[in-house]
């Protein structure tokens, strides 16, 4: 198992089902960002998205640019094992398609322009 940095920047939050939750918002995001470290919780049954783009996503379809996501039949969470980098531009939301709903855990860096 290899050290992972924490993030600057700190994010903990849920949202109801079908509701997106904005985490960086894209006009922030001017010299591209990195998501140090990840957890993704179902808070009962269902799914979770971790989806990237420039505006707020609707429901995740066939073109949706997933990048992470935790489907359980249950309340359950799960840990993101890997750094993920965005373009600068792009945003990121949750999207629970979860009866309880979604939340998220993270850190994550902006890089400076």
Known sequence: MSIVKAGQ???NANTPNNTPLQIINP???VAGAVIRT?????LSSGIVYLIA???TPGAPGINTPIIASHY???ASGVIVPYSIELPPGKGLWL???ATGGGSVNMSYDLYAA
């Open 38 to 42: 990840a957890t993704l919780e179902v």
């Open 27 to 29: 006009s922030s995001n």
């Open 53 to 55: 783009g420039t505006s």
């Open 72 to 74: 359980a039949l249950q």
């Open 9 to 11: 920047f700190n994010f």
């Open 95 to 97: 999207y629970p398609q």
